[in-house]
Structures are given as C-alpha cells and as structure tokens.
C-alpha cells in the first residue's frame, strides 16, 4: 500500500514537473550512447575535418574582404571566440568524460595547457599579417586573464588589440548579450568587423558582424 501511494504521489509531481512541456515520445537514447557516438566523431577525424572546413571557408573570405577594405581605406576588424574556437580544450573534455566540473575547470585554465586549433590560427594569422585590428570576445571571466593570455602567446597567438572577458559582476547578463554588446561598441567606434568566429550560437547572434562562421562543438552549450 505504501509503495502504491509513493508512486501515486511522484506521477502527481512529475505531472506538476513536466507541466506545458512535449511530450516525449519515448525515453531518450542512454548518455553512455551519446559519449559513444562523440568519441567516435572525434577519433575518426571527422571532427577535426568539420573544424578544418569552416575555417578554410572563413580564410578564403577573410583574405578576400580585407584587400577590398583596405583599399577602400576601411577600418577592419576580426573577432574571435577562445575557447572550441583558437584553443581546444578537448584533452580536459575528454579526460573528465564530457562533464563540467566548475573546480576542475578553472584549474584547467589557470594551468594554461590548452593547444591552438591550428585552422583557426591560420585566419588569424591572415588578418595579423594584414594587420587588421583583431579582437578576441570570451566567456571566460576577468579573473581568467593572466592564464588565458599566457596560453594564448604561448600557443601563437601573440597579437591581439583587445581581449574582452565576461563581467563578473553582472549574473544576469547572458554570453550572447555580453557578446552582441561588445561588437556594437566596436562599430560604434567605426570598426567594420568582416568577420566573427565561434563555436557557440551565442558567440554569433545578434549582428554588427558581416560574416559569421560557427565551428562544430557537440560537446557543451553556452547560452
């Protein structure tokens, strides 16, 4: 009798729970399925083509936009995501099994070991060689910055204007705003940003950008 009532009392509250969403068809795939089917995506290289793709794609139109620009004397400027875009955190990803432990990391950056994603730092190197102005928009937070530049340099990426870190301060702000605002600020100050890269939809909405180009990143979501 006692078990029939408890079972009674979780269907009320997981009516109350689910209330107003769809109903799901039929029990979602097992998680051990979907790690399955990432590190399979990862060991057989598609991944690394997927990245490699858009970021050709992105610096055959960056070379081409900035002999444009400059000729027309424009004041041009790239933006660049960090993290999954110009360094790869996939060792730490693949290490803790997908999951995301806060502690762990912020201990992952602070010892700064993340490799470039070496497609994405040939655009970068296109726009550094042109010397167009070259911004770098991160999640990652102010108290990140030491690390973060220290990789960054040691990897090659030794040139950048500025790096913008999310506040701290403002728990409300999502990444998608904090990222939008930035680049309307930039063209404010009348930079033309011919293009963005990132790995998040949150690192692309919004405009004041000409050209988005979103690399692949099935194993986490930043809203």
Do not use: C
């Amino acid at each position: 009798m006692f078990k029939r009532t408890l079972w009674a009392v979780l269907a009320v509250g997981l009516a109350f729970t689910f209330a107003g969403r769809p109903a799901l068809a039929s029990e979602p795939a097992n998680l051990s399925y979907h790690k399955q089917d990432l590190r399979v995506y990862v060991d057989s290289g598609e991944y690394a083509q997927s990245v490699a793709s858009v970021a050709l794609s992105a610096n055959k139109y960056v070379a081409k936009r900035i002999a444009r620009g400059q000729a027309k004397g424009e004041k041009l400027a790239i933006v660049f995501d960090i993290d999954e875009t110009t360094l790869s955190n996939l060792a730490h990803i693949l290490e803790n099994d997908y999951g995301y432990v806060p502690k762990v990391w912020d201990g992952w950056v602070a010892e700064g070991r993340a490799p470039a994603i070496v497609p994405v730092q040939i655009v970068y190197d296109t726009a550094v060689r042109a010397k167009i102005d070259v911004f770098f928009i991160t999640g990652r937070r102010e108290a990140d910055r030491r690390a973060t530049e220290k990789n960054l340099r040691e990897v090659g990426y030794d040139t950048w204007t500025k790096i913008f870190y999310k506040p701290e301060t403002d728990i409300m702000l999502t990444t998608a705003g904090f990222k939008t605002e930035v680049r309307r600020k930039l063209t404010k100050e009348g930079y033309v940003i011919i293009a963005n890269l990132g790995d998040q939809d949150s690192d692309l909405t919004g405009g004041y950008a000409e050209r988005v180009f979103k690399l692949p990143n099935p194993f986490y979501l930043v809203k």
